[in-house]
């Protein structure tokens, strides 16, 4: 599954990212390569809470 990921950079440091297509869906990190992982672990929350509600 392919999902839009829009990241944005903190003006303090570090980035957060939000996932359009879940609302709701948002992490961030220190670094992209953290914010990714965390995007990754957001998604699938995200995704699962959907489902187990559903």
Known sequence: MKLK???????????WAEVP????CATQGETLEELLRN????????LSVEVAAA
């Open 21 to 24: 297509a879940i609302p709701g």
């Open 39 to 46: 995007v990754h672990e957001a998604v699938q929350g995200c």
């Open 5 to 15: 990921v829009v990241i944005h950079e903190e003006e303090t440091g570090g980035y």
